[in-house]
């Protein structure tokens, strides 16, 4: 390479650096320090949203275990049957929750009998039963004055299944 290209080459090299080549920031000597606090600090966590229909905040507190189960919310519901699951929701910021009973039944059970013992402990329980019947499932539920009530009976991966719940949709009582 003649000498007098070398100056021009080192011009063109000079030229691309300057335009395409790291930023003077990128000469600096990266420490863990320096990393940490170019880092952005973790945002405290946001409240949840209400909902556009002003539907229940669910919050981290944990179940109300203080507040009764309502007298019908009980094994007894279905005799034949076995508890496979009980449990309820954390409680909303006003207290509100969900509980359930998810319940299995022997070999043999037909969905008359699950669903006609619900229908009549519904019945007792709410003004008006709504019944649903879709894909083998039937649904039943309804309201008082405090909670919405669902009773569902179906099959689930063989085996008779029903799932009872009641959702408080005004704030639980205090407990005694």
Same mark, same amino acid.
């Given at each position: 390479?003649?000498?007098?290209?070398?100056?021009?080459?080192?011009?063109?090299?000079?030229?691309?650096?300057?335009?395409?080549?790291?930023?003077?920031?990128?000469? !600096? !000597?990266?420490?863990?320090?320096?990393? !940490? /606090?170019?880092?952005?600090?973790?945002?405290?966590?946001?409240?949840? *949203?209400?909902?556009? /229909?002003? &539907? *229940? +905040?669910?919050? #981290?507190?944990? @179940?109300? /275990? =203080?507040?009764?189960?309502? /007298? %019908?919310?009980? *094994?007894?519901?279905?005799?034949?049957?076995?508890?496979?699951?009980?449990?309820? =929701?954390?409680?909303?910021?006003?207290?509100?929750? #969900?509980? +359930?009973?998810?319940?299995?039944?022997?070999?043999?059970?037909?969905?008359?009998?699950?669903?006609?013992?619900?229908?009549?402990?519904?019945?007792?329980?709410?003004?008006?039963? +709504?019944?649903?019947?879709?894909?083998?499932?039937?649904?039943?539920?309804?309201?008082?004055?405090? +909670?919405?009530?669902?009773?569902?009976? &179906?099959?689930?991966?063989?085996?008779?299944? =029903?799932?009872?719940?009641?959702? %408080?949709?005004?704030? @639980?009582?205090?407990?005694?």
């Amino acid at each position: 390479m003649p000498m007098r290209s070398v100056p021009f080459a080192l011009s063109v090299l000079t030229l691309a650096l300057v335009a395409c080549g790291p930023s003077p920031e990128a000469s !600096k !000597k990266v420490t863990a320090e320096s990393v !940490k /606090s170019a880092t952005p600090e973790a945002a405290p966590p946001t409240p949840a *949203p209400t909902g556009p /229909s002003g &539907g *229940p +905040q669910f919050s #981290t507190n944990v @179940p109300a /275990s =203080s507040v009764p189960d309502p /007298s %019908w919310f009980s *094994p007894a519901l279905l005799p034949g049957a076995t508890v496979t699951k009980k449990g309820r =929701s954390p409680t909303d910021d006003q207290g509100r929750f #969900t509980a +359930q009973i998810l319940f299995a039944f022997p070999a043999g059970a037909t969905l008359k009998d699950c669903v006609d013992p619900l229908a009549a402990a519904l019945a007792k329980i709410v003004p008006t039963v +709504q019944r649903e019947e879709k894909d083998g499932r039937v649904t039943l539920t309804g309201d008082t004055a405090d +909670q919405h009530v669902m009773f569902m009976c &179906g099959d689930a991966n063989g085996t008779l299944t =029903s799932f009872v719940s009641y959702r %408080w949709t005004q704030p @639980p009582p205090a407990a005694p």
